[in-house]
């Protein structure tokens, strides 16, 4: 089945502790992202990612990192997560950034940061 | 700067046609989507327009101009299980950014 595949779905952290989600899709898509969505914000990028290698900010980068060394991951790491990045985090996939092919989305990771 | 604007909320009765606007204001323009997001699941993708005019697939179907700078989502013959959100989406040109509005929770009473 085609997927993004995150993990966790849930994660409750203590400020300053380093944490990962990973990301894995299996379509062999060029282009995977990240998003979080707040209550009344919509979803906002984070990062994306156009190819192994290739990465770039989105709207709002600050304390967030990502790496994307094989073309089917992209972990979200962070390094001093902080309260106010509790939020629902979405990873998402599509062909070659192209919208029309439409972003497949993974389940989505709900971050707590207290 | 970018901006997306759609109703924060809508209600309608089942089995009737619901229409969810959305107006945006971008440097740079390629297309709308429309995405579908369950409470407490994943967005899916409904639709995309790069041209003016109407797309339908099913009982969805969607329309843009581009001189208007204005879409929507129309949703006929409605059920239960459209209760949801639903976001618009703009791609901006030479970004690879999807940009989304704030999203529209609908609300289908019986």
């Known amino acids: 089945e085609a997927q993004v595949t995150q993990n966790p779905r849930y994660l409750i952290t203590v400020t300053g502790k380093k944490l990962t989600v990973t990301c894995s899709q299996n379509?062999?898509?060029?282009?995977m992202s990240w998003y979080r969505q707040d209550p009344g914000l919509g979803l906002r990028q984070i990062y994306y990612?156009?190819?192994?290698?290739?990465?770039d900010k989105g709207d709002v980068p600050e304390g967030y990192k990502v790496s994307r060394k094989e073309k089917r991951n992209f972990p979200l790491i962070l390094e001093s997560p902080s309260p106010n990045q509790t939020s629902l985090y979405f990873c998402?996939?599509?062909?070659?950034?192209?919208?029309?092919?439409?972003?497949?989305f993974g389940s989505g990771t709900r971050l707590t940061v207290v | 700067g970018q901006s997306l604007e759609q109703p924060s909320e809508v209600t309608a009765v089942e089995g009737a046609i619901v229409q969810i606007n959305c107006t945006y204001q971008t440097s740079g323009f390629y297309g709308l989507s429309w995405y579908q997001q369950h409470d407490g699941g994943a967005p899916t993708f409904l639709s995309y327009?790069?041209?003016?005019g109407l797309e339908e697939t099913g009982r969805f179907s969607s329309f843009l101009s581009r001189s208007d700078s204005y879409g929507y989502l129309l949703l006929q013959e409605l059920q239960m299980k459209d209760s949801a959100s639903y976001f618009c989406a703009v791609e901006r040109d030479s970004s690879y950014k999807l940009i989304f509005g704030s999203g529209t929770r609908l609300l289908v009473r019986p």
């Open positions: 379509m062999n898509h060029e282009y």
């Open positions: 327009n790069a041209l003016d």
């Open positions: 990612s156009m190819n192994v290698e290739v990465t």
């Open positions: 998402a996939s599509t062909p070659q950034g192209f919208a029309p092919y439409g972003y497949t």
